[in-house]
């Protein structure tokens, strides 16, 4: 009697078996699905960032140029004004000078503290973890405490 019973008990183990061998290859296939699926958004999500910050960028850089050329036209003009007061009330022509370049430093300290100011910004937003980033992360967390 031990015989026939025996192979029942097996062929449902196999079946059982079979069973779970389908379950675990239906959950990879789904899981391929969803890291596939995060995967293309993640893509979308860096190619949206990575868009807007070129954005900023050519922003930036028009902005810089305009303000350089602009910059440049003014410091003439007032260096020639500048000078010809200091001329006309007999301030010898190197106090207007001096005060230009003091002018000049004073501008260029500024131009150089808005600069930063812009490259901490594009620093900032270029490594700041959109949602779609962080849930990946939270995703591999996931998976390795699972299969711990």
Not at 49 to 74: D, E, F, N, W, Y
Not at 105 to 122: E, W
Not at 135 to 145: F, H, Q, T
């Amino acid at each position: 009697m031990n015989g026939p019973e025996t192979s029942r008990s097996t062929g449902s183990y196999e079946a059982q078996d079979q069973g779970l061998l389908t379950l675990f290859a239906e959950l990879k296939d789904g899981l391929l699905k969803l890291l596939h699926q995060e995967l293309s958004l993640a893509h979308v999500e860096i190619e949206r960032r990575t868009k807007g910050v070129g954005q900023a960028i050519k922003g930036l850089s028009k902005g810089v140029t305009v303000t350089a050329i602009s910059g440049i036209v003014t410091a003439l003009a007032g260096a020639n004004l500048i000078v010809q007061l200091f001329v006309a009330f007999n301030f010898p022509e190197w106090v207007g000078w001096a005060f230009l370049m003091t002018l000049g430093l004073l501008a260029l300290f500024i131009g150089q503290s808005m600069c930063q100011s812009a490259t901490l910004a594009l620093r900032e937003e270029s490594s700041a973890e959109g949602p779609l980033i962080a849930s990946l992360k939270e995703d591999k967390e996931w998976l390795e405490n699972k299969l711990k």
